[in-house]
């Protein structure tokens, strides 16, 4: 696993063929903050979390995580890096507890059955641990694969959509969950339409449209109208909310 205290995305983008999901990003997020990716669908902010996830490189520009670039560090940087994406990523004939085991197991954690067992109680799963995940519903399956992402205790965590099929208690539970992580130390880069339960948890929003960088807020108030504003604003692709 490695250590990093920042991450710093530096005029990235990234072409396919000749389609730019993400023009020229540069922004960074620090240890204990949250940082949110906010635009309409085809911004760009899943294809800017598969970068950070190092599962896509940019065509242009540089990702480093503390000092170093994905190549400097190599494999182990994976290690370090928590992703929850559209794919949840979970064995649905397998129990929840045989879910996280198995992904414990990948990262060898040293108290697999300890680190489990906290997990499940996280997740609010203790009574459905043994059940299998194919019975789970929507909202269940998605608390497990936040533990599943977050087994390892990684110093990044990279969210697509969390909030997708929770009821109020779950989102609530979630939103305590990250808060209680950025306080622990981690870095937090999460792409979300849910402006309302966002608004009070970010520390940064970067506002994506058409793959570019269009603004910037630092702990972003009144964030529904922000988002209004700056979306409805003519093609500016010079952040007013500044770069950092």
């Known amino acids: 696993m490695i250590a990093f205290d920042q991450l710093q995305v530096e005029d990235v983008s990234r072409h396919f063929g000749r389609r730019r999901a993400v023009s020229h990003v540069t922004f960074t997020a620090l240890r204990q903050s949250i940082v949110g990716l906010l635009g309409p669908n085809g911004a760009g902010k899943s294809t800017m979390l598969a970068m950070l996830a190092t599962l896509l490189r940019p065509t242009t520009g540089v990702i480093r995580y503390g000092e170093g670039t994905e190549r400097q560090h190599g494999a182990?940087?994976?290690?370090?890096?928590?992703?929850?994406?559209?794919?949840?990523?979970?064995?649905?004939?397998l129990t929840a507890r045989e879910n996280l085991e198995f992904f414990a197991g990948l990262y060898s954690v040293r108290d697999v059955g300890a680190t489990v067992t906290g997990a499940l109680t996280r997740?609010?799963?203790?009574?459905?641990?043994?059940?299998?995940?194919s019975t789970f519903s929507r909202g269940m399956r998605q608390r497990l694969a936040l533990e599943r992402a977050l087994i390892h205790q990684p110093a990044l965590l990279l969210?697509?959509?969390?909030?997708?099929?929770?009821?109020?208690?779950?989102?609530?539970?979630?939103?305590?969950?990250?808060?209680?992580?950025?306080?622990?130390?981690?870095?937090?880069?999460?792409?979300?339409?849910?402006?309302?339960?966002?608004?009070?948890?970010?520390?940064?929003?970067?506002?994506?449209?058409?793959?570019?960088?269009?603004?910037?807020?630092?702990?972003?108030?009144?964030?529904?109208?922000?988002?209004?504003?700056?979306?409805?604003?003519?093609?500016?692709?010079?952040?007013?909310?500044?770069?950092?």
């Open 76 to 93: 182990a940087l994976r290690g370090s890096i928590g992703v929850l994406g559209h794919d949840l990523f979970l064995y649905p004939e």
């Open 159 to 244: 969210l697509d959509e969390p909030f997708t099929g929770l009821d109020d208690a779950s989102g609530s539970a979630l939103l305590a969950r990250l808060r209680a992580l950025r306080d622990s130390g981690a870095i937090i880069v999460l792409a979300t339409h849910d402006l309302d339960l966002a608004g009070d948890l970010l520390d940064r929003a970067i506002f994506l449209r058409d793959g570019r960088m269009v603004d910037a807020a630092e702990r972003p108030e009144a964030l529904r109208t922000l988002y209004r504003t700056i979306m409805e604003q003519p093609g500016s692709t010079k952040p007013t909310g500044g770069v950092g």
């Open 123 to 133: 997740a609010g799963l203790t009574e459905r641990a043994n059940d299998p995940v």
